[in-house]
């Protein structure tokens, strides 16, 4: 199937580049002509855990194109325009000006053209998106009605670390309908995956991705609300709670063949931490929030996750100077700045936030990501020291805090005995406190 993709961001490049490792012809079109260039040199603009390798096997059925006035007619030449650009956050609602103008441009391009296009919106845009502002606009700038044109809407659900596999191995995928056509369509481009499809009206299937990260980010920032009463109220230990907890045979139930414990992943985010961060979660969670307003419902459960979330980097480090005293002109290495591993995204980092905080305690900040140090120059506009090799740092420093757990921070456990009275403050419970003898081990459960 020929299908041509708008954006070329996770989940632009992601989907494209799946689809043509499933057989379909796809190309892949931005506005943004140093982007294009990367591309076509063979190579990704970004980091995602396996998505150069398979961009590489499978470059015969890819391929990019800068889209500007002289190369719109191209988006043409496809059964489907997908469209995946972005719908980021602004004054905590959903900005969907990229949304209006490919719909416009795209509109403008079917007004004089028999050939019958499904457009089908793949961005997350929040319920009654698709079938109003996509539709109208497109209606609009075409002259033509659905049923001369398809709708659709399919949502993703890929982690940034793990998009590839998400996308190759998903546990469901959603058909989001306008017109038959268009269903016709989605199961031709999925039809290489044997899984449960969902089908649905487009404002269904928008809510189910709106629905399915708020209560994953509501799970997180309810069990950061208990672990912080806990600390509050002293000598429990939250780890054990929790592991308890998971041990709820709706959480984690015991196969009756094997009498095996399953353990989903889901309790995963049943554990305490510093915050979520990223490109979704966050601002997903407050476009639903926003939306719920304008409709005239009160969102007091999203309100509290916001909140709760927003204030949990100062409740850690408020946390940490309770345990060690004033921070201020301490020597601090922070490891990890990318918002999750297995990524170079530091969208609403939740490392950032807290290096942010200590450097209102002016604090001497030293940072180490594997491969997203780049990205947090961009953004980040006070002084730190980035470093290649964390572990020539250590001695260096006075605390140490774990803020992202990449695997190879567990290497920490080698330098036990050379750190005597250092402290090791591990806000992603990459260890337990058995771990350590010598360094002064700090978690936050």
């Avoid at 954006?7 to 190309?27: E, F, I, P, Q, R």
């Avoid at 190369?71 to 325009?81: A, F, N, R, T």
């Avoid at 900040?365 to 020539?392: G, L, Q």
Wanted: aromatic letters at 8%; a negative charge; charged letters at 25%.
């Amino acid at each position: 199937m020929k299908i041509n993709v708008i954006g070329t961001g996770y989940v632009g490049l992601v989907s494209g580049v799946c689809m043509a490792a499933k057989g379909h012809s796809v190309k892949c079109f931005d506005t943004n002509p140093d982007t294009i260039q990367i591309l076509k040199s063979g190579k990704c603009h970004f980091y995602e855990k396996g998505l150069e390798k398979l961009f590489v096997e499978y470059s015969d059925n890819l391929s990019f194109e800068l889209l500007d006035a002289s190369s719109e007619h191209k988006l043409l030449d496809c059964q489907v325009i997908l469209m995946a650009v972005g719908t980021p956050t602004v004054n905590e609602k959903i900005d969907l000006s990229q949304i209006k103008t490919a719909s416009k441009n795209i509109g403008k391009l079917i007004k004089n053209h028999d050939k019958f296009i499904s457009v089908i919106v793949k961005s997350t845009v929040v319920p009654g998106t698709t079938d109003t502002v996509v539709k109208n606009i497109l209606e609009e700038s075409s002259g033509k009605k659905i049923g001369e044109f398809g709708l659709g809407m399919n949502p993703e659900f890929l982690r940034e670390g793990n998009a590839v596999e998400d996308f190759m191995n998903p546990d469901r995928i959603v058909f989001g309908y306008e017109d038959e056509i268009t269903l016709k369509y989605l199961h031709e481009i999925y039809s290489p995956w044997d899984v449960d499809k969902i089908i649905v009206n487009t404002r269904s299937a928008e809510m189910i991705k709106y629905v399915n990260n708020s209560i994953l980010a509501t799970l997180i920032s309810t069990t950061n609300e208990y672990s912080n009463i806990a600390k509050s109220i002293g000598n429990i230990d939250f780890n054990t709670v929790m592991n308890a907890v998971h041990l709820d045979n709706r959480w984690s139930p015991i196969d009756k063949t094997t009498g095996e414990r399953i353990y989903p992943e889901i309790i995963n985010y049943l554990k305490p931490g510093c915050g979520f961060g990223g490109s979704c979660f966050p601002k997903d969670v407050m476009a639903l929030a926003a939306l719920s307003k304008e409709i005239g419902i009160k969102s007091l459960i999203l309100d509290s996750v916001i909140k709760v979330n927003q204030l949990q980097p100062k409740v850690v480090l408020e946390y940490l100077e309770e345990k060690v005293g004033s921070l201020e002109g301490k020597n601090i290495l922070v490891l990890g700045i990318a918002f999750k591993p297995e990524t170079d995204d530091v969208r609403e980092s939740v490392s950032i936030k807290l290096m942010k905080y200590l450097n209102t305690q002016r604090c001497n900040i030293t940072a180490h990501d594997p491969i997203s140090i780049n990205n947090a120059k961009k953004i980040i506009d006070f002084d730190v020291n980035y470093v290649k090799d964390w572990k020539k740092e250590l001695s260096n420093n006075d605390v140490i805090i774990i803020s992202t757990n990449w695997n190879e921070y567990r290497e920490l456990k080698d330098f036990d005995n050379t750190l005597e009275n250092k402290i090791l403050f591990d806000t992603r419970s990459l260890f337990n406190s058995n771990e350590f003898t010598n360094i002064n081990y700090i978690n936050i459960n």
